[in-house]
């Protein structure tokens, strides 16, 4: 199907406004995640969960194409971690809830140690201060998430997906804000 200037034209204005609508949902599922963070995390929790189990399901056709044993055994090995992480996060959403805030925690920690030791590898550069301050943002981070463990999970996991949701919502309707103007002139 070869697309002509007419049928863009016509497209585009419909894409846009589907574009802002879906960016005014984002915005607004993001600010019910921050509002309820227990269920939100324990939501995002669920998706992990199913979202192992589909991972299990294409590790286990994806051995039958194998054609070496190993590669074979490997990935019904990998499917079977899968689908019982998935299946154990799914049967326990609280308990899962609660590993996956410690685990955020260690990796927003090391992502800080990271981010700092570049900062100053990058320091002659301009805006190596700009990462100076996320790494050190990120570790003050991490040690809050982790020195309010347990009790953090309550309110750390859906509360940042809400942000990030939020984040991206605004950042996408503004896009498709500037793609609008741009079409009517």
């Known amino acids: ?19 802002i ?8 599922a993001g600010l019910f995640a921050i509002l309820i963070p227990p269920i939100s995390g324990l939501a995002v929790t669920l998706i992990f969960g199913w979202s192992m ?6 590790h286990f056709v994806f051995a039958f194409k194998t054609h070496t044993t190993g590669g074979v055994l490997w990935e019904l090995l990998v499917g079977a ?12 959403p609280l308990a ?22 570049l900062s100053f590898q990058l320091r002659p550069r301009h805006g190596a201060n700009w990462l100076l301050i996320d790494g050190i943002v990120t570790l ?17 996991i ?15 309707l503004m896009l498709s804000l500037a793609a609008k103007r741009a079409l009517t002139l």
């Open 96 to 117: 899962a809830l609660i590993a996956l805030t410690l685990i955020l925690a260690i990796y927003l920690f090391f992502e800080g140690v990271v981010e700092t030791i």
């Open 21 to 28: 609508a879906l960016s005014v949902l984002l915005i607004l």
């Open 53 to 58: 189990i589909f991972s299990a399901i294409t």
């Open 1 to 19: 199907m070869s697309t002509t200037p007419d049928t863009l034209s016509a497209f585009t204005p419909k894409s846009t406004g589907w574009s």
């Open 140 to 156: 003050i981070l991490a040690v809050m998430i982790w020195r309010s463990w347990p009790a953090s999970t309550v309110w750390v």
């Open 81 to 92: 971690v899968y689908l019982f992480t998935g299946v154990y996060l799914i049967l326990h």
């Open 158 to 172: 859906g509360t940042l997906v809400g942000i990030s949701m939020i984040f991206s919502g605004f950042s996408r």
